[in-house]
């Protein structure tokens, strides 16, 4: 008894090679977010503290580099969970600028820029991976039309 069997690759769908859109918002989403935690770590320790020689808020920088592994891994989930996720960082941003001076002002216009480019990286990587994923079941079902109408 001699079973035929179809060959591994047609058996286990292989990852297909990412595409240039989704290359290019990942590389983006890793820079924000490597920006966002530098800056702050430089915004509480050394450029404008809350108290002077740095305070306990510089651990802020931490949850930032949480989805650095789903990101760099193409992740979907990583990316739709980042997209909500960030807004914390954009409201502190953003009430940081209305509040504080002028050193902590800038730099948070600066931290709620990061997080609208974070944003769209997000939502831009989302859209593609999303659009190539509608794609692909097209082709194959049209495969599967074309080969059932033979």
């Known amino acids: 008894m001699t079973a035929v069997s179809a060959p591994l690759s047609a058996c286990t769908p ?21 920006a966002l935690a530098l800056l ?4 509480e320790l050394w450029l404008a503290p809350l108290r002077p020689g740095g305070s306990w808020v510089a651990l802020k920088a931490l949850p930032v580099l949480l989805p650095l592994g789903g990101l760099w891994r193409y992740r979907l989930y990583t990316y739709r969970w980042v997209s909500l ?3 914390l960082y954009f409201t502190e941003g953003v009430v940081r600028a ?4 002028a050193p902590a002002r800038w730099l948070a216009l600066g931290e709620a820029l990061l997080c609208l480019g974070l944003f769209a990286a997000c939502v831009l990587h989302i859209r593609a991976r999303l659009k190539a994923g509608r794609l692909a079941a097209q082709a194959m079902q049209t495969a599967r039309q074309e080969a059932a109408g033979a």
């Open 98 to 101: 209305t509040t504080e001076g």
């Open 14 to 34: 292989c990852p297909a090679r990412p595409s240039p859109a989704a290359r290019a918002t990942r590389a983006a989403a890793v820079a924000c977010v490597l």
């Open 40 to 43: 702050a770590l430089a915004w």
């Open 85 to 87: 996720f960030l807004w």
